[in-house]
T-cell receptor, first 115, second 111 residues
Framework: DAGVIQSPRHEVTEMGQEVTLRCKPI?????LFWYRQTMMRGLELLIY????????DSGMPEDRFSAKMPNASFSTLKIQPSEPRDSAVYFC?????????????FGQGTRLTVV | QKEVEQNSGPLSVPEGAIASLNCTYS??????FFWYRQYSGKSPELIMF????GDKEDGRFTAQLNKASQYVSLLIRDSQPSDSATYLC???????????FGKGTHLIIQP
């Protein structure tokens, strides 16, 4: 299996522009997570889906952030409009099942820089 | 709100010694506990998980859980320079919860 695939790996954009991050989870996994990592705040859970349905988006920082999972093999995280404080590494992760000991498998991340 | 606390380090340990990493968590409803390793510029990768009180061993790694004290630890025996990384503690509730991570401990193994 190729693992969780994220694109792009790096994104540099100007403040005010729309940014879309993409994720393909591991085939057969039914939970998908979006995380953001910064030096100051560490790894923060933004939103997660189970069977393509958003379960908890309480970690989404504000209305500028939105996430979708139109099918089991694709998810997007959109920031509109982007701001310099959104600069971070965004990770997508997926899990094969729900229950104790369920680990999350991480993609390689997207490093976002907003200038 | 769930909180996971770790000493940020850096923790410096001589090669061949035992490295001890610690983590506390706030939510008594947490059911599963994970240790991830993250090399600089890379994504987190799972080392091991534990969900019963006591010790769990996997090769050079031992995870320890004390739910009464809300405390999780990771011991690395015979530390190697390749163990130098940031170690992230994560906790999970029941059901479809996502993982809540600590900020990580930066471990340096000195040759």
């Amino acid at each position: 299996d190729a693992g969780v695939i994220q694109s792009p790996r790096h994104e540099v954009t100007e403040m005010g522009q729309e940014v879309t991050l993409r994720c393909k989870p591991i085939s057969g996994h039914n939970s998908l997570f979006w995380y953001r990592q910064t030096m100051m705040r560490g790894l923060e859970l933004l939103i997660y889906f189970n069977n393509n349905v958003p379960i908890d988006d309480s970690g989404m920082p504000e209305d500028r952030f939105s996430a979708k999972m139109p099918n089991a093999s694709f998810s997007t995280l959109k920031i509109q409009p982007s701001e310099p404080r959104d600069s971070a590494v965004y990770f997508c992760a997926s899990s094969p099942y729900v229950g104790p000991g369920t680990e999350a498998f991480f993609g390689q991340g997207t490093r976002l820089t907003v200038v | 709100q769930k909180e996971v606390e770790q000493n940020s380090g850096p923790l410096s340990v001589p090669e061949g010694a035992i490295a001890s990493l610690n983590c506390t968590y706030s939510d008594r409803g947490s059911q599963s506990f994970f240790w991830y390793r993250q090399y600089s510029g890379k994504s987190p990768e799972l080392i091991m998980f534990i969900y019963s009180n006591g010790d769990k061993e996997d090769g050079r790694f031992t995870a320890q859980l004390n739910k009464a004290s809300q405390y999780v630890s990771l011991l690395i025996r015979d530390s190697q320079p390749s163990d130098s990384a940031t170690y992230l503690c994560a906790v999970k509730g029941g059901g479809a919860d996502g993982l809540t991570f600590g900020k990580g401990t930066h471990l340096i193994i000195q040759p």
